[in-house]
């Protein structure tokens, strides 16, 4: 049932309802009702919102609720990997439901090219 899975999946992510509830815009009721089955599958819309409380992904959600058929693992197909310097460049980007700005976004590459610097190194000095 969706309750189940929408509880089931909070939990895994170590949100309390509160929590899920400031994050995704949804109040703390309608989630408690939702995961006690106590209200019928929310809208699109919601399962949206509350996609993002959750950090979860929305057509997963979709699907748990009904509104779309769950993906066959035969029909996946490998993806390419996404550059991630391109993907912080070139979209809107948001965390915890606050949109980065272009500083943020750059902080973040920052970040991630410290990270990584040490990888690199070693990849660039073999022979």
């Not at 909070?10 to 949804?26: M, N, P, W, Y």
């Given at each position: ?7 089931d999946?909070?939990?895994?992510k170590?949100f ?5 509830a ?24 919601v ?8 950090n979860?992904s929305?057509s ?5 609720a ?9 029909e996946e197909k490998?993806?390419a990997?996404v ?6 460049r070139e979209?809107?980007?948001q965390f ?14 920052r ?17």
């Amino acid at each position: 049932m969706f309750y189940d899975k929408l509880r089931d999946l909070r939990k895994e992510k170590g949100f309390t309802i509160r929590e899920v509830a400031t994050r995704s815009g949804v109040s703390a009721a309608y989630i408690s009702q939702l995961e006690n089955g106590n209200r019928g599958v929310p809208s699109p819309d919601v399962l949206m919102k509350l996609s993002e409380g959750l950090n979860a992904s929305y057509s997963e959600l979709m699907q748990h609720a009904g509104y779309l058929e769950p993906e066959k693992a035969e029909e996946e197909k490998p993806a390419a990997p996404v550059n991630l310097r391109r993907l912080l460049r070139e979209n809107e980007i948001q965390f915890d439901g606050l949109v980065l700005s272009d500083t943020d976004k750059e902080w973040v590459e920052r970040v991630l090219t410290a990270l990584f610097w040490k990888h690199k190194v070693e990849a660039d000095s073999r022979p």
